[in-house]
């Protein structure tokens, strides 16, 4: 074959590759990003009656049922602080807390009891599905300040909590 031609054929090839792969970048760079992956803040997670549940395996969401801005906000990172996973947290307009009440439809669930406990005194658990996931914590205007508690509670009985996922 002689050079000319030789030449002619490899620039040709070369002009291809150069077509082929502006072609494979435009597509790469003009294609959407990938969407945002949601993880969930907790799972269902089983507990055996006898097994102890300790903070960082119970997932509390806040709510604020006063006026005070920003009252949920401060409590949910008291609960934070304690070693306790964050769930949701907003107002709660519609509801009448002049304290602090806890909704669960488990009120015996030894998460409850682990929430409660840090909430002091004698806390009110309204058994009803919480706005949020895990315990549902509602503050009211009365509510200032966690208390200490216990390191962890034991369960009675065999139950279901919510607890933020393995990775």
Do not use: H
């Not at 000319?4 to 590759?17: I, P």
């Not at 992956?37 to 604020?64: F, H, M, W």
């Not at 709660?92 to 602090?100: C, I, L």
Request: proline share 7%.
């Amino acid at each position: 074959m002689p050079a000319r031609t030789r030449s002619a054929v490899t620039l040709s090839v070369l002009a291809l590759l150069l077509l082929v792969a502006a072609l494979w970048g435009w597509q790469a760079a003009t294609a959407p990003l990938p969407g945002k992956v949601d993880t969930a803040l907790c799972v269902q997670r089983t507990i055996d009656a006898g097994e102890k549940v300790y903070p960082q395996d119970v997932t509390v969401s806040v709510y604020n049922a006063g006026t005070r801005e920003g009252l949920a906000a401060r409590v949910m990172q008291s609960f934070n602080d304690a070693g306790f996973p964050e769930g949701n947290s907003g107002n709660a307009t519609s509801a009448r807390v002049p304290n602090v009440q806890i909704w669960s439809t488990e009120p015996k669930s030894p998460a409850v009891l682990l929430v409660a406990s840090r909430l002091g005194g004698d806390v009110d658990v309204e058994r009803r599905d919480g706005p949020g996931v895990g315990v549902s914590v509602i503050v009211g205007d009365g509510f200032t300040k966690l208390t200490k508690g216990p390191a962890g509670v034991v369960a009675q009985e065999d139950v279901e909590i919510c607890s933020p996922p393995v990775d």
